[in-house]
């Protein structure tokens, strides 16, 4: 009874400081190619008794699970600075065009934008891919060019089934690379430096004990931009 009552009150203790408990983790798809199994390796090693629960949700539907306290923290894109939200920016990588095998910009020299004009162009989805949707957009009208889409989807996979289709061409972040998703060529494009960024976000006011451990591993680890809160 003694040591049953001693070891509850160890693992209360270890609870309190967040070296034992459960993290509520959101992620988007794009995050798990590469980023996610990184940070979930890393967590095995040094938080060894926190759980992690995985829940899959594009940035929006993030933003949401964090004000209503669904999850603790969340893998996420870009988003406009929010009230009790923090953010620290743990990875970002550059802009590639996937083309069908055998398409004509395949091969040779490294294309530019202007070379897309006219291409038909698959890219993400305005609402559910709003990050990925603007930040590529953007580019095009820098230089001039009205892209021509010819499909709109929410997921990087899905954007690579439709290439290796030969439905068009598109703008991918460079994890889409670990896919290895046959019918494609993923290769670099000759443009303004453009990266896609992935944020850690969490509420200032959540109370879970894990969420600080949790913090100090991130910025260890991952972190490579000052935290940032509103």
């Known amino acids: 009874m003694l040591a049953l009552a001693?070891?509850?009150a160890f693992q209360a203790q270890r609870i309190s400081r967040g070296e034992?408990?459960?993290?509520r983790l959101g992620?988007?798809?794009g995050s798990s190619y590469s980023f996610l199994p990184k940070l979930l390796a890393q967590l095995d090693l040094s938080l060894v008794d926190v759980d992690v629960e995985l829940r899959e949700m594009v940035t929006?539907?993030?933003l949401e699970a964090l004000r209503g306290s669904v999850i603790d923290i969340g893998l996420l894109r870009s988003f406009a600075q929010q009230e009790n939200v923090q953010t620290v920016c743990v990875a970002r990588e550059q802009m590639m065009l996937a083309l069908p095998v055998g398409h004509?910009?395949?091969r040779g020299r490294a294309p530019s934008l202007i070379d897309l004009k006219d291409e038909p162009l698959i890219t993400f989805d305005p609402l559910d891919g709003r990050y990925f949707y603007e930040l590529i957009d953007r580019q095009f009208r820098n230089v001039g060019v009205s892209p021509r889409y010819v499909h709109k989807v929410s997921q990087i996979h899905s954007i690579l089934a439709l290439v290796s289709a030969g439905q068009g061409i598109s703008l991918v972040p460079e994890s889409a690379r670990a896919l290895?998703?046959?019918g494609t060529v993923i290769r670099k494009v000759r443009m303004s430096s453009i990266h896609a960024e992935l944020f850690l976000a969490w509420r200032t006011d959540n109370a879970n004990p894990v969420l600080p451990q949790f913090q100090?591993?991130?910025a260890k680890y991952f972190a490579i931009a000052e935290l940032k809160s509103s």
């Open 104 to 106: 004509r910009l395949g």
């Open 180 to 182: 290895h998703f046959s």
């Open 60 to 62: 929006l539907q993030q």
């Open 216 to 218: 100090k591993l991130a």
């Open 27 to 29: 992620f988007t798809a």
């Open 6 to 8: 001693e070891n509850a």
């Open 20 to 23: 034992s408990g459960l993290l």
